[in-house]
């Protein structure tokens, strides 16, 4: 505070503004990039298109974020003693239980599934793609690719090793079979 107590104060109420008037997984998601644009900053790329890409995602971030915070300055000490904000995610009628129409505990079952359906299509795609980069592979003649020639001084692949590829196997002439790349 005593070096920067304009910067704290606002950086105090900024954040408390933020708690009640940001969506919880933009607040996460801003977060996550803080790094990020700390880093930006300390390697000189305030120009850069990264940086503008986090500027721009902090600037959508606070679009929303107004209201008024009451604070008390003490000792050095920022308190926060109230707030409001007319884009406040809170809503004393829809956060009762009371309230007729409100909270249904089998509403959870279609939450779940909702949310769960981003994360088994994410997980086709995931198996979509690693079964195209398998097909292309296995499709690709064996002249396309330069094959890896052995060292001089180098013992020939074990085959009778268990771990050893079948003679049909995914190793190419010249390659062994656990030391090939890609």
Known sequence: VYETPGGTILHAALRDLEGIAMDREVLRLRDSLSPKFTELIYNGFWFSPEMDF?????????ELIDGRVRLELYKGGVSIQGRESPSSLYDRELSSMDVEGGYDQTDARGFIRINALRLQAHKLIVRHAHEETERSEDSAPESAAPAEADPPDADP???????????????????????AEP
């Open 157 to 179: 692949p074990d085959t009778d090793s268990p771990d050893a590829d079948p003679p049909h196997g995914p190793s190419t002439a010249g390659e062994s079979g656990s030391e």
């Open 54 to 62: 986090v500027r721009a995602a902090f600037a959508q971030s606070e």
